[in-house]
């Protein structure tokens, strides 16, 4: 088995933990393909414009993006919390146990690591780019979004390992129930509309 292979292994496992084992075969099965890519393009676009530029919101981004791509794909769809890491160097991360009650609740938000949404075996991260051009962004992930990706970028999607081209590094150590992503997305919802009477 290659490591690619047992990685997702391990992923699926993180899946099944939260969702069960018929989620978690149906997101190892999935491949992306030109229509789901456009949708999720445009579910992109469509989130990014109204909601706010703010940090430390990357959390309810994310959460916001699994809600919206969940009413337009018909694809496994999984809010994963872990470390993101830039050419092996940690920027985003947090060691405590990922499941620990209360972490992930939108009023009380103690999660310090990054949060990406996984469509099958492929990264689509809706908050990095907004979190480079932020700032409160750490200094090494803003200098490589910059370098390697340039300005006004909203979305990075690529298959998961492969990232590591990139000079990325996304490792899971949670995927988000339904009941977690809810309350997020009540963080989410709130912060747009606090937006709009702006």
């Not at 769809?77 to 972490?103: F, I, K, M, Q, W």
């Not at 492969?162 to 912060?191: I, N």
């Amino acid at each position: 088995m290659t490591t690619a292979a047992k990685d997702l292994l391990q992923l699926g496992k993180l899946v099944a933990s939260t969702h069960g084992w018929p989620a978690a075969r149906a997101f190892k099965a999935y491949e992306l393909n030109d229509a789901d890519r456009a949708r999720i393009a445009g579910c992109a676009v469509d989130l990014l414009k109204v909601f706010p530029k703010a940090p430390g919101t990357s959390a309810f981004l994310s959460a916001a993006f699994v809600v919206h791509l969940e009413r337009h794909l018909s694809a496994p769809v999984h809010l994963v919390a872990g470390t993101l890491a830039v050419d092996g160097e940690p920027v985003y991360e947090d060691d405590r146990p990922s499941a620990a009650a209360n972490a992930f609740k939108a009023e009380e938000l103690q999660w310090q690591g990054h949060m990406w949404v996984m469509i099958g075996g492929y990264v689509a991260d809706i908050s990095i780019f907004r979190a480079a051009y932020s700032s409160d962004c750490p200094p090494a992930l803003a200098r490589h979004v910059h370098s390697v990706f340039g300005q006004d970028k909203g979305l990075y999607v690529d298959q998961w390992r492969r990232s590591r081209r990139q000079g990325l590094s996304y490792e899971p150590q949670y995927v988000l129930s339904q009941d977690e992503v809810t309350s997020l997305m009540g963080g989410a919802y709130r912060l747009i509309e606090r937006a709009k009477r702006c």
